[in-house]
């Protein structure tokens, strides 16, 4: 079977390299040739993702295929124009709100950012919960 790719995007911030130096390889397997590398704080722009054979997800770069493991960023997924937030180790926020650079947002329980108001309520321990307002429009 050959490679299947998958359109993204980044926005102006790009991603940032978290690892001391990542290897750039041919492609998304780390027996892949190695291309290149990118130091720590590197921001890169790619267009597209990947999977290898063990899950591990893979983005495209011009200069070639880095690992998304040592990566952090905003991610705007094609197809559904819907952004989340990659944090290292090529996990994300997940039904929470999190603090990124200095702004408040809130994400629903797959990992999309979410757009449409929300609310914070307490429980008895003060810990705030997240929950969604779908508000829907009748048309008449």
């Known amino acids: 079977m050959g490679l299947v790719t998958y359109p993204i995007g980044t926005g102006q911030g790009g991603l940032r390299v978290t690892a001391s130096s990542l290897r750039v390889r041919a492609l998304p397997s780390t027996d892949s040739p190695q291309t290149g590398s990118l130091a720590k704080g590197s921001v890169i722009y790619p267009d597209a993702k990947a999977f290898d054979d063990r899950g591990v997800r893979w983005y495209r770069t011009p200069e070639g295929w880095v690992s998304g493991a040592y ?3 905003w991610i705007l997924k094609g197809g559904n124009g819907r952004w989340w ?3 290292e180790g090529d ?3 997940s039904g ?3 603090v990124i650079d200095g702004a408040v947002y809130a994400f629903d329980d797959s990992g999309y950012m979410i757009t449409d ?3 914070l ?3 008895g321990s003060g810990a705030l919960h997240l929950k ?3 508000y829907i429009e009748q048309m008449f």
């Open 71 to 73: 990566l952090t960023g």
């Open 85 to 87: 937030y990659l944090l």
């Open 91 to 93: 996990t994300w926020y």
């Open 96 to 98: 929470t709100i999190a």
């Open 117 to 119: 108001p929300v609310e």
């Open 121 to 123: 309520t307490p429980d």
């Open 132 to 134: 969604y307002l779908l």
